[in-house]
């Protein structure tokens, strides 16, 4: 009996020898997932765009993993709603950075990154703008860096063009009253007149509003040749149908915004002729664009709503596996403040949708801007401006 107990005591302890051994290995080989934040608007007037942008960052990082993930460590996404609310972007960031603890966070919407960039320099976590575009977010501090062009980029090329290939002399700016609409009317009108043009009428309407017949009458008394719109995707279909009802046969141009399949199909004979930019190549330009819109054309039946911000989502995902991964092989923490050193450090970055990005020490990148007009109801490119 003493040698048969001698036995199993010697028998359990080399299993629970052997149990610890595998379990060291199984904790040495199991890696930590790298996690980052996302705070874009899934409900709400905007999540028309939001919901698109958050389902092509998950993309990328599901594409991620697929190959690998970031040095073998999976690439993990919290997703936080904002509805384009500054109030709610303000709780989603401070949950992102107090709770889930993550280095690095995304947002868009040029109102809710100017109220959650206090709490980024203030913890010193990495915020990426990714589709804001007030000029103002290059100056909100030394953690905020946007990774899409400011609205000084696109905007300029429209009044160029406006002005320097179809030589237009009076121009009408409307725009909604908020940080983005403010900030790119301006920038418009400065621009316009800076070539000699005269900016004839400069209107503003209400975000809440759905009735915009005295901002428009004042346009239409102002006869101006050409028409700028500085609006949002919830209200633009609206501000030009009834520009449209009002007479107004001028030639209409707005930024980004428009480049949206369903404002055209809202807008139908309406939206003829409307010039719209966009700061990512088209499906016609980039072969891989092609298989982007192809994708969405599988998943969910359509093109995806504002398909060069969808862009710069799917790209924001590489951007952070290459911070994560540049910290992983210099064995630094990975810290927001050491997030923020590696993207000034590596500066250039190869993405898949949108190509070569290059953070500027400004806190700005650039991009050429795509001009496409509206014929027969699609967007037909008309023009490249560096």
Do not use: C
């Amino acid at each position: 009996m003493k040698n048969l107990r001698r036995s199993l005591i010697v028998s359990l302890v080399a299993v629970a020898a052997g149990i610890g051994i595998s379990g060291q290995v199984m904790a040495q080989t199991a890696k930590e997932p790298l996690r980052f934040g996302l705070a874009m608007p899934l409900t709400g007037s905007q999540a028309l765009f939001g919901a698109d942008q958050a389902k092509a960052a998950q993309w990328a990082v599901d594409d991620i993993n697929a190959k690998g993930g970031v040095d073998g460590h999976k690439l993990e996404m919290i997703l936080l709603d904002t509805q384009a609310d500054p109030r709610l972007g303000i709780n989603a960031v401070n949950r992102l950075v107090n709770v889930d603890r993550v280095p690095v966070f995304g947002t868009a919407w040029s109102a809710v990154v100017k109220a959650v960039a206090p709490i980024a320099n203030r913890s010193e976590v990495l915020g990426l703008s990714v589709g804001a575009n007030s000029p103002e977010i290059a100056k909100l501090g030394d953690y905020i860096y946007t990774t899409y062009p400011l609205a000084d980029v696109d905007v300029v090329a429209q009044a160029r063009y406006a002005r320097e290939t179809l030589k237009k002399e009076r121009a009408a700016v409307l725009y909604i009253h908020n940080d983005s609409g403010v900030e790119g009317a301006k920038i418009y009108r400065d621009a316009f007149e800076k070539l000699g043009g005269k900016v004839v009428a400069y209107e503003a309407y209400d975000a809440q509003s759905t009735d915009y017949t005295g901002a428009l009458l004042k346009v239409r008394a102002s006869n101006p040749e050409i028409i700028h719109i500085q609006g949002l995707v919830s209200d633009l279909p609206q501000v030009v149908a009834q520009l449209r009802q009002l007479g107004l046969k001028q030639p209409i141009s707005t930024y980004s915004a428009g480049y949206n399949p369903k404002i055209v199909a809202q807008l139908g004979a309406a939206a003829e002729g409307m010039l719209v930019s966009a700061l990512a190549p088209s499906a016609e330009q980039n072969p891989r664009i092609a298989e982007f819109v192809a994708r969405w054309q599988k998943a969910e039946g359509r093109v995806p709503n504002g398909l060069p911000y969808t862009q710069y989502l799917y790209d924001m995902p590489y951007l952070i596996s290459n911070l994560y991964s540049h910290l992983l092989k210099n064995n630094q923490p990975l810290t927001g403040a050491n997030m923020r050193r590696a993207l000034v450090d590596i500066g250039t970055f190869d993405l898949p949708m949108t190509g070569k990005l290059e953070v500027g020490a400004d806190h700005r990148v650039n991009k050429p801007v795509y001009l496409f007009e509206v014929k027969g109801g699609q967007f037909v490119p008309v023009a490249t401006i560096q």
